[in-house]
């Protein structure tokens, strides 16, 4: 067994252990497994291990490993989420070769990946990003403007809302992770209540998926504890 297959069920047997810990089901939880900074490789060997779903952050990377991966695994059948922040001259080829995008955070952005997805794919999947704890360096809307840009993305032709996302400021103190994810939640069911069709929450990564599936998420972003450290800086 590779050390990504290894590190694959060990993130699994996590997840199941933290949703049977509040009487949740283990396959309500979803891993995506952030692959930025690792080569194609890399996503070859977690697909042989069967992760399907991969996040990406940064676009002409991204573009190159899903070639590098179409290559080498011709028959593999891998969703490809776009997952971090979106500048305005990348959102067509993000609208024509990813299957999600979990960072819209605002409607112009919002608006352009409709208007760009080709008409030959399904909507595009979207999350709201939101800044829950309102950090300046941080994308995703403000709290109070994320129902708006919900409102708007729902209405979109060629974008199917599903939810929200979001990457609270770190912390190692089990209660703040609950706390910030918990303001998620409910935000996520306040518009659900409000007649939005959302069905997933995406939130928790490698140091906090517990507190995050406590909370309700539905997909959880995995890197490190998968891939392990960073090989080389962020872009």
Known sequence: MSVIAHN???VQARIAQAARAVSREPHEVSLLAVSKTFGASDVAAAAAAGQTAFGENYLQEALDKMA???ETLPEAQLAWHFIGPIQSNKTRPIAEHFDW???VDREKIAQRLSDQRPAHLPPLNVCVQVNVS???SKSGAPLLDVAAIAQAVAAMPRLRLRGLMAIPEPSDDVAEQRAAFGQVRRLFDTL???GLPLDTLS??????LEAAVAEGATIVR???AIFGRRSYPSQ
């Open 8 to 10: 694959l069920q060990a």
């Open 222 to 224: 995995v890197g490190t």
């Open 134 to 136: 309102n950090e300046a």
């Open 192 to 194: 659900r209540a409000a």
């Open 203 to 208: 939130m928790g990564m490698s140091g906090d």
């Open 101 to 103: 995008v979990h960072s």
């Open 68 to 70: 590098a991966v179409r």
